[in-house]
C-alpha cells in the first residue's frame, strides 16, 4: 500500500514569495490533515479535510494560508505571501474513517515538505 | 485548553539500556485519546499506540511498554533493551475525541530527541 505523498520534499524561497505543497493520501483515506512542524516543536494541526469539505481550520493564518481538497482525493497548501517564520516542515496526513470496531484514530503521515523562507 | 509536555528534551543512553520518556497531560475533557508516535529523521511521524482514558491498562508491545495513569495525567513510554534503531523523536499526543475512526485535532508535546548509541 503506498503512504502519503507530498511533494516538494524541499522548497526554499525569498520573503513575500508564494509557494505551494501537494499531498496525495492513502487511497480511500477519508480525512487529510495538514500540520506546521517548526523546528524544536511538535506538529500544530493548520487544517482537517473531510472529504472535501473543512472540518477544522481554525489554526491557519487565512490572510496568507489556503488549502484546497477539491475532488476530495489529494490537496494542495499554498502561503502568499511568505514570512520568515513560515520556515517549517509541513506534513500532510491522512487517516481512515468509519472503520466499526477497528477505530485507531491513527494517522498516516507523510515525509513532509521542508520550507525556508530567506 | 490542551496541553502536552514532553519535559526532556534530549536523551542519550547505551544500547540495550532502558529508557523512559515522561509526558504529561493536560485537559478538561472527560473522554480523551492519547499517542505516541516516533518521528526517524526521514521525518514522516509513525503511530506507536492510542489510548482512551477510560481505559487505564498498561500495555506492552515487544520492547515498548506505555504506563498511563490518569491520576497524575501522565502517560509515559519505557523502551527496554533500546537499541540504535530507536534512536527518533518521540513525540506525546492528545486528542480529545475519535470520531468514526477519525481523531479530531492532535495536540503533540514538543517531543524528546532519544539518541542510542553502542
Known amino acids: 500500500e503506498a503512504g502519503v505523498a507530498q511533494s516538494p520534499r524541499y522548497k526554499i524561497i525569498e520573503k513575500r514569495q508564494s509557494v505551494a505543497f501537494w499531498c496525495n493520501p492513502i487511497?480511500?483515506?477519508?480525512?487529510l490533515y495538514w500540520y506546521q512542524q517548526i523546528l524544536g516543536q511538535g506538529p500544530k494541526l493548520l487544517i482537517q479535510f473531510q472529504n472535501n469539505g473543512v472540518v477544522d481550520d481554525s489554526q491557519l493564518p487565512k490572510d496568507r494560508f489556503s488549502a484546497e481538497r477539491l475532488k476530495g482525493v489529494d490537496s494542495t497548501l499554498k502561503i502568499q505571501p511568505a514570512k520568515l517564520e513560515d520556515s517549517a516542515v509541513y506534513l500532510c496526513?491522512?487517516?481512515?474513517?468509519?472503520?466499526?470496531?477497528?477505530?485507531?484514530?491513527?494517522?498516516?503521515f507523510g515525509e513532509g515538505s521542508r520550507l525556508t523562507v530567506l | 485548553a490542551q496541553k502536552v509536555t514532553q519535559a526532556q528534551t534530549e536523551i542519550s543512553v547505551v544500547e540495550k539500556e532502558d529508557v523512559t520518556l515522561d509526558c504529561v497531560y493536560e485537559t478538561r475533557d472527560t473522554t480523551y485519546y492519547l499517542f505516541w508516535y516516533k518521528q526517524p529523521p526521514s521525518g514522516e511521524l509513525v503511530f506507536l499506540i492510542r489510548r482512551n482514558s477510560f481505559d487505564e491498562q498498561n500495555e506492552i508491545s515487544g520492547r515498548y511498554s506505555w504506563n498511563f495513569q490518569k491520576s497524575t495525567s501522565s502517560f509515559n513510554f519505557t523502551i527496554t533493551a533500546s537499541q540504535v534503531v530507536d534512536s527518533a523523536v518521540y513525540f506525546c499526543a492528545l486528542s480529545e475525541a475519535i470520531l468514526g475512526g477519525t481523531a479530531s485535532k492532535l495536540t503533540f508535546g514538543t517531543g524528546t530527541r532519544l539518541q542510542v548509541t553502542l
Open positions: 496526513a491522512s487517516s481512515l474513517r468509519g472503520q466499526g470496531a477497528r477505530v485507531t484514530g491513527e494517522l498516516f
Open positions: 487511497s480511500g483515506h477519508a480525512t
